[in-house]
C-alpha cells in the first residue's frame, strides 16, 4: 500500500511547498482566484492541444496548454489597477468564465470523455509516476532557484501591487516573469493534480499561515508545513475509505483551515 501511494504523497509534497510559496504572493497582491483563472487556461489550452493532436498526454498538449497560461499571465501582468478603472479581481473573473465556457465547448466537439474531464478538475494523483514527479521537481527546483535570486524584487512588487502608482518597464517585465513562472507550476500542476488541489494548495496553507503569523518568514514556513500535513491526511484518508484523492485532500485543507480560525481565536497573532 505504502508504495503505491508514495508516489502521490511526493509529488502533493512538492505541490505543498512551491504552492504555499506562491500563495504567499497571491494574498500580499489580492487576486485570490489569479491561479483558477491560469489553471483553467491551462485545461482550455490542452483542450485545443487535444483538438489538435488528438493526444491528451502529449507534448504537443502540453506546449499549448503553456501557451494559453503564458498569454494569461502577461494579460495579468500588464492589468494594473492604476491604468484602468476595472479591478484585476474581475479581470480575473472574466478571463476564468470566458476560458471555462471555451473548453466546454471544446470538449463537445472533441474526443475528452467524462474520465477526461473529471481529471482536469481532481487530477489523477493516486496515478503518478516516479519519471513525472522526478521532472517535476527540476522544474519546481529550476523555479524556486529563479525566485530566491529575485525574492527581494518579488517581494517589493507584492507589497506595492494595491498601490495605485505607474509601473515602470522594469517593473512590468519582473512582473510578467512572476506570473510566467507561476504559470509554469500551475501549468505542471494542473496535469497532474487537477484545478481544485492546485487551488486549495496555494490559497488554504498561505490563509492558515496569515491567521497566526505576522512575519512573512514564519509564514512561509508554515504554509509548507500546513500543506504537508493536509497532503499525508488526505491521501491516508483517500486510502483507508476509498475516497477521491484530489477531493479528500481538498477537504483535509478545508478542516486544517477550520482548526487554524477556531485555534486563533484563544492566542494573539505572532510578531
Known amino acids: 500500500m505504502i508504495e503505491l501511494l508514495a508516489p502521490a504523497l511526493v509529488a502533493c509534497l512538492l505541490l505543498a511547498c512551491i504552492l ?27 483542450a485545443v492541444g487535444h483538438l ?13 496548454s503553456f501557451a494559453f497560461t503564458l498569454a494569461g499571465a502577461a494579460i495579468f501582468a ?15 473573473g472574466i ?19 467524462r474520465d477526461d474531464v473529471e481529471s482536469m478538475l481532481a487530477g489523477r494523483l493516486l496515478f503518478a509516476e516516479w519519471g513525472e514527479i522526478g521532472a517535476m521537481a527540476l522544474l519546481f527546483g529550476a523555479v524556486g532557484l529563479l ?24 517593473q512590468n517585465l519582473l512582473n510578467f ?12 500542476s494542473v496535469q497532474l493534480s487537477g484545478v481544485l488541489v492546485v487551488f486549495g494548495l496555494l490559497i488554504v496553507p498561505a490563509s492558515c499561515a496569515a491567521i497566526w503569523f505576522a512575519s512573512l518568514s514564519n509564514r512561509l514556513l508554515a504554509g509548507g508545513a500546513t500543506g504537508a500535513i493536509s497532503c499525508g491526511a488526505g491521501i491516508a484518508a483517500s486510502a483507508l475509505w476509498d475516497l477521491p484523492t484530489g477531493a479528500a485532500v481538498v477537504t483535509a485543507l478545508g478542516v486544517v483551515f477550520a482548526m487554524a480560525m477556531v485555534g486563533s481565536a484563544f492566542r494573539k497573532i505572532d510578531d
Open 177 to 188: 516573469l512572476f506570473y510566467a513562472s507561476f504559470g509554469v507550476v500551475v501549468t505542471s
Open 95 to 113: 478571463v476564468y468564465g470566458v476560458s471555462a465556457a471555451l473548453v466546454i465547448l471544446l470538449v463537445s466537439k472533441s474526443a475528452l470523455d
Open 52 to 64: 489538435m493532436s488528438a493526444h491528451t498526454d502529449s507534448f504537443a498538449t502540453y506546449l499549448y
Open 20 to 46: 504555499s510559496y506562491f500563495g504567499l504572493h497571491v494574498l500580499l497582491r489580492e487576486v485570490i482566484f489569479v491561479d483558477l483563472a491560469l489553471a483553467q487556461l491551462a485545461a482550455l489550452g490542452a
Open 147 to 170: 525566485h530566491f535570486g529575485l525574492r527581494a524584487q518579488f517581494l517589493e512588487l507584492s507589497i506595492q501591487s494595491r498601490s495605485q502608482t505607474t509601473s515602470t518597464r522594469r
Open 78 to 92: 500588464l492589468a494594473r489597477p492604476a491604468r484602468t478603472r476595472l479591478p484585476q479581481e474581475a479581470l480575473i
